[in-house]
């Protein structure tokens, strides 16, 4: 069954600290892997990484997929409060589906 | 904002009951998505239109259809609603087949 494992579940850091998500999965038919970050309502697209080894970068955050090990990372630095939030971690597999981790929850406080 | 909408924001209906969640894609986007987000199950991908057509077929219960118009809206229709159907209901679109999705503000679904 395809698989999308997200760690840690949640965490709680100080303003200014940087934080690592992990996502890890094991899919049938991996076309790319995407992050959202999703605050009161609706995800909102952060990534998406279809290439090992490329980092994609966006301000403060960055990501990285490794296809050969199966996992992505999402890296925030100098956290600040409004990147509270639940990331979550999803993969697209050919023929369309989107397959979602658990999410993390990140607080980060002032 | 995304460009996506979705209508109703909130319904809350009774058991045995039938509703329609209505969702229009951002202007230009062909394809479109349904999804349903509970505490339990997280976020879990039940179908997908493209251009009109059924394209991929998730986690969706045969009480649950839906359907793309020529205008490209979708509606996502639930019956014989049970109280685990209590969930947020998210469309998305993207502009290909396997394009980036963005999420609208999602409907919010109580069944009593």
């Known amino acids: 069954e395809d698989k999308v494992v997200q760690s840690p579940l949640s965490l709680v850091v100080h303003e200014g600290d940087t934080v690592t998500l992990n996502c890890s999965y094991e899919?049938?038919?991996?076309?790319?892997l995407l992050w959202y970050k999703q605050e009161k309502k609706a995800p909102t697209f952060l990534f998406m990484l279809?290439?090992?080894?490329i980092e994609k970068k966006s301000g403060r955050l960055s990501s990285i997929l490794d296809k050969k090990e199966l996992f992505s990372i999402l890296n925030i630095t100098a956290t600040q409060t409004g990147d509270s939030a639940i990331y979550l971690c999803?993969?697209?597999?050919?023929?369309?589906?989107?397959?979602f981790g658990a999410g993390t929850i990140l607080r980060v406080k002032s | 904002d995304s460009g996506v909408t979705q209508t109703p924001k909130h319904l809350i209906t009774a058991t045995g009951q039938r509703v329609t969640l209505r969702c229009s894609p951002r202007?230009?986007?062909?394809?479109v998505y349904w999804y349903q987000q509970s505490l339990d199950q997280g976020l879990q991908f039940l179908i997908q239109?493209?251009?009109?057509?059924?394209?991929a077929k998730g986690n969706i219960l045969e009480r649950f259809s839906a359907q793309q118009f020529p205008d490209l809206h979708s509606e996502l229709n639930l019956s014989s609603l049970e109280l685990g159907d209590s969930a947020l209901y998210f469309c998305?679109?993207?502009?290909?087949?396997?394009?980036?999705?963005?999420f609208g503000p999602g409907t919010r679904l109580l069944v009593l």
């Open positions: 998305a679109s993207s502009a290909g087949n396997q394009e980036t999705q963005y």
């Open positions: 899919v049938t038919n991996f076309r790319s």
């Open positions: 279809t290439s090992s080894g």
């Open positions: 999803a993969v697209l597999e050919y023929g369309n589906k989107l397959v």
């Open positions: 239109y493209y251009n009109g057509e059924e394209r």
């Open positions: 202007s230009g986007d062909l394809s």
